[in-house]
C-alpha cells in the first residue's frame, strides 16, 4: 500500500521562496509517475509539475523557469522548489504518484499533467502554501 505525506507549506511574501517534501513509501517507482498538483478555493485542481522514474519532467506552463520537482530515491522523497512566488501561486498543494498503465494505452501522456482519476493515483493529504503581495 503506497502512502505520501507532503510538507513545507507556508506563508511567504511574493517573490519569496518555499520548499515541499512529499515522503513516498510502498510503491515500485517504475510504476509510478509522481507529480505535484495543487487547487485554490473554488477553482480545479490542476497539475504542477511531474517526473518520471528516468528523471524526466514537465511542468504547468505558469510555473516554468521558477518551479524545479526533483526526487531522492535513498530518501524515497519528492521536492518541489518554488522560487518568485506570486500571489496566484497561493494554493494547497498536493503531491501524487499515478499509476503508470493510467498513460499512454489511451493516448494519454503523463507530460500533459492530466488530472489522473482517483482510481490510478494515490495522493498525499495536502501542504497549504500562501503567497501574500
Known amino acids: 500500500q503506497g502512502q505520501l505525506v507532503e510538507s513545507g507549506g507556508g506563508s511567504v511574501q511574493s517573490g519569496g521562496s518555499l520548499r515541499l517534501s512529499c515522503r513516498v513509501s510502498g510503491i515500485n517507482y517504475n510504476r509510478y509517475v509522481l507529480g505535484w498538483f495543487r487547487q485554490a478555493p473554488g477553482k480545479e485542481r490542476e497539475g504542477v509539475a511531474a517526473?518520471?522514474?528516468?528523471?524526466?519532467?514537465s511542468y504547468l506552463d505558469s510555473v516554468k523557469g521558477r518551479f524545479t520537482i526533483s526526487q531522492d530515491n535513498a530518501k524515497s522523497t519528492l521536492y518541489l522548489q518554488m522560487n518568485s512566488l506570486k500571489p496566484e501561486d497561493t494554493s494547497m498543494y498536493y503531491c501524487?504518484?499515478?499509476?503508470?498503465?493510467?498513460?499512454?494505452?489511451?493516448?494519454?501522456?503523463?507530460?500533459?499533467?492530466?488530472?489522473?482519476?482517483?482510481?490510478?493515483?494515490?495522493w498525499g493529504q495536502g501542504t497549504q502554501v500562501t503567497v501574500s503581495s
Open positions: 517526473i518520471d522514474s528516468d528523471g524526466n519532467t
Open positions: 501524487a504518484a499515478v499509476r503508470s498503465n493510467f498513460y499512454y494505452k489511451g493516448g494519454t501522456y503523463w507530460e500533459q499533467l492530466v488530472l489522473p482519476p482517483d482510481d490510478f493515483a494515490i
